[in-house]
C-alpha cells in the first residue's frame, strides 16, 4: 500500500493561493491520488481525484507530475472557511483499504 | 440523493452496556467503510465491506461487531467497550474501489 507524506500544519492569509503537496513515492500503476478536506467533527468531504497531469474543478486543482510520486492540492483564493484538515489518499488497487495519512491542517487567517 | 446517514449523531454508554450505531446510503454503493477517528487524529480503517460481504477486518477487537444487513446499510454493534475506545466512529461508502469515498457525519461515542 502506498504511503502518504504530508506537512502537518500550514498558514495562509485569506485571498492568498494555497499548494499543499503530498508524496506518495511507492504508488501503483493503477492507484488514484484523492483529497478530503475535514472540518471538527465531522466526516470528511472529497475535494478532487486524479491520476496524471492537472485536473481541476470548481474548488480546486490537483497537479500530478509524470512520475505520480508526489501530488500537490491548490487551492485558490483561501478563506476563513477554509480553516480545516486536508488529507491525501492514495488508491487502493481493487482492496478497499484506504489508509489516511497524517493529515495536513491549514489554518486560515484574517 | 448523495448523504451517508448515521445514526445517532452522539452516544454515551457505560462499559458493561450494549449499543448499536447505524449507517444508510442509497446511492446503490457497493462498499461500505467503517472508520474511528481520535481527537486530533487521522481516521482509521476498521471494517469494510464489499457487496455485502465482510471483505476487510483491520484487527479489531471482538467488542466490536460489524453487520451489513442489505446493500443500503451497515450496523457497528458495540458491547463491553473501555473508556479508550470513545471517539468519532465515521461510516462512509463507495461505488467500487477507484471511487470516492462519501462520508457520514459520525456519531461522537462517550464510554464511561
Known amino acids: 500500500l502506498a504511503k502518504t507524506t504530508q506537512p502537518i500544519s500550514m498558514d495562509s492569509y485569506e485571498g492568498q493561493e494555497v499548494n499543499i503537496t503530498c508524496s506518495h513515492n511507492n504508488i501503483a500503476t493503477n492507484d488514484y491520488i484523492t483529497w478530503y478536506q475535514q472540518f471538527p467533527s465531522q466526516g470528511p468531504r472529497f475535494i478532487i481525484q486524479?491520476?496524471?497531469t492537472k485536473v481541476t474543478n470548481e474548488v480546486a486543482s490537483l497537479f500530478i507530475p509524470a512520475d505520480r510520486k508526489s501530488s500537490t492540492l491548490s487551492l485558490p483564493r483561501v478563506s476563513l472557511s477554509d480553516t480545516a484538515v486536508y488529507y491525501c489518499?492514495?488508491?487502493?488497487?481493487?482492496?478497499?483499504?484506504?489508509?489516511f495519512g497524517t493529515g495536513t491542517r491549514l489554518k486560515v487567517l484574517a | 440523493d448523495t448523504e451517508v446517514t448515521q445514526t445517532p449523531k452522539h452516544l454515551v454508554m457505560g462499559m458493561t452496556n450494549k449499543k448499536s450505531l447505524k449507517c444508510e446510503q442509497h446511492m446503490g454503493h457497493r462498499a461500505m467503510y467503517w472508520y474511528k477517528q481520535k481527537a486530533k487524529k487521522p481516521p482509521e480503517l476498521m471494517f469494510v465491506y464489499s457487496y455485502e460481504k465482510l471483505s476487510i477486518n483491520e484487527s479489531v477487537p471482538s467488542r466490536f461487531s460489524p453487520e451489513c444487513p442489505n446493500s443500503s446499510l451497515l450496523n457497528l454493534h458495540l458491547h463491553a467497550l473501555q473508556p479508550e475506545d470513545s471517539a468519532l466512529y465515521l461510516c462512509?461508502?463507495?461505488?467500487?474501489?477507484?471511487?470516492?469515498?462519501?462520508f457520514g457525519s459520525g456519531t461522537q461515542l462517550s464510554v464511561l
Open positions: 489518499l492514495v488508491g487502493a488497487s481493487g482492496t478497499y483499504k484506504y489508509i
Open positions: 486524479g491520476y496524471k
Open positions: 462512509a461508502s463507495s461505488q467500487r474501489d477507484d471511487e470516492k469515498l462519501f
